[in-house]
């Protein structure tokens, strides 16, 4: 497996709860004691009830101590910034790779940091190989066996999984807003709804997160978007599928200003 760079969109935001979040339990491998000092900036988010936390990077975690260091000195949770996607875990067909994935989970339990899994649906990042099965109609096999390898390996030890990420796309004109992607060429867009399906089947400890970005700032095409998101969540809700998050990514723009009222009354 090729080593992790930077991400395109290294996110870690906050998760809106649709409902209430299972307890995440520590594990047999856990410190004593959480690894955040007391002057953390962990600490001084907890004082207001919520958490801080870092995406983390597989290859500089192995390569600079200070980096691991600061990570666990200062951060309450933790995500993997690119060594849970597909592009990075599955390049080829015979080559499925957990090792950064694993040293990201183990560098969490080791320091009693909560753990989220990022991301198991996407439209960037997919091997050529894997198009391919898309659009030759294995699209609902090849979804099963890449949650169900990712998210069934990890079961117990993620608090949450991004299991769709940046699906809205009003720009593209189809009346139910969804972004045009090779997993709703394929799949049409029931793949929303199964794929928190599998998840949970996979991995029902963890809650289901809907990732999205562009949601926070005013702007008519941001507008659009939050309208979109909102009767999309009333009809998964209604539907019984198991979402129990909405990640707002926080891509913040100087020219695009924050109206308060407006995102009060999206939350």
Known sequence: ?????????????????????????????????????????QAAAARKGVAYGSAVNGTTLRQDPAYGRALAREAGILVSENAMKLTYAWRAPDSLDFTY????????????????GHTLVWHEGLPAWVGERLSAGEGEVFLRRWIGAMAGRYRGRIEAWDVVNEI?????????????????????????????RIQHAVAPDAAGVWNEN????????????????????????????PIRRLGLQGHLYAKHPLNQDKLRTFL
């Open 1 to 41: 497996m090729s080593r992790p760079g930077p991400s395109r969109r290294a996110v870690l935001g906050g998760a809106l709860g649709l409902a209430g979040s299972p307890v995440f339990a520590a594990g047999p491998g856990f410190a004593a004691a959480p690894s955040w000092s007391e002057d953390s900036l």
């Open 101 to 116: 994935a694993d040293e990201v989970a183990a560098f969490a339990e080791t320091n009693r940091q909560r753990l989220r």
């Open 168 to 196: 809205c796309g009003p720009q593209d004109g189809r009346p139910d807003g969804l972004r045009r992607t090779p997993w709703l060429a394929a799949l049409g867009p029931a793949y929303v709804d199964l794929a928190f």
């Open 214 to 241: 562009d949601l926070e700032l005013d702007a008519d095409w941001i507008d659009q978007r939050r309208a979109m998101v909102l009767r999309t969540l009333e009809g998964m809700r209604r539907r019984g599928v």
